[in-house]
């Protein structure tokens, strides 16, 4: 059983990026973390890893029981598991691809809370924190499935919040903007599509992006633990009555909606 003091925190998707600098985050600071992704990572002591593959919808029952049997309760749960695949037409997204999309992005957060509120109901309190993102408020067409599965999963959030909220449980959304992750920056992902599209280097590409189509006004990407100190932080006692809200951390990517 896990100390008093020490939250127990589940974090999906946690081997990498933003995923990997929340576990870090959290584990930092003390809380007993398990990270559940295909693959464990590269993670320090304190942090207990769980292959799970969230295509299986029995993946999120088997990681909180996994959480409950070693450390009797849940305090917080990450919502962070997700795929953005690059389109290059919304014509292009197969049933499949939009499935997909839906499966990875939405499903496997409704899952976990499904599998989770039960043990943070039982206890009276609890924090659910879900990575969203800036296209969920402002669709981008190279991401039409994505950015659909992301306004849902904020949506479902703040529903989550109304119902959950008389039980002490805290829902909330953080949305980043364009990070310096895998995902965007990484062989072969979003950064090198680009390149190749534009005929320019990775560099270049990427320079080209946060300049000239985002137009970021802090004129860089957003780095992966800017947005993991804010799921900290709406994961703590500090954030006591802030529930059923998004948080932008996107180097100013959205201003005002």
Known sequence: MTEPGRRVVLVTGGSQGIGAAIVTAFSEIGDSVISADLQPGQHGSGVDTMICDFVDPTAASRLVSHAVNLHGRIDVVVNNVGIAPYRDSFLDVTDDGWQHSIEINLMTMVRLCRAAIPVMVQAGRGAIVSIASDVARQPDPFFVDYAMTK????????????????????????????TRTPALIGEGAFADQLARQLGVTRDAAIDHFVHSMRKLPLGHLV?????????????SDVANSITGSDYSVNAGSIVGI
Do not use: M, Q, W
């Open 223 to 235: 780095e992966a633990a800017d947005v993991a100190a804010v799921v900290v932080f709406l994961a």
């Open 151 to 178: 306004a849902a999963l904020v949506s479902v959030s703040k529903s989550l919040s109304k119902e959950f909220g008389a039980f002490g449980i805290r829902v909330n959304t953080v949305s980043p903007g364009p």
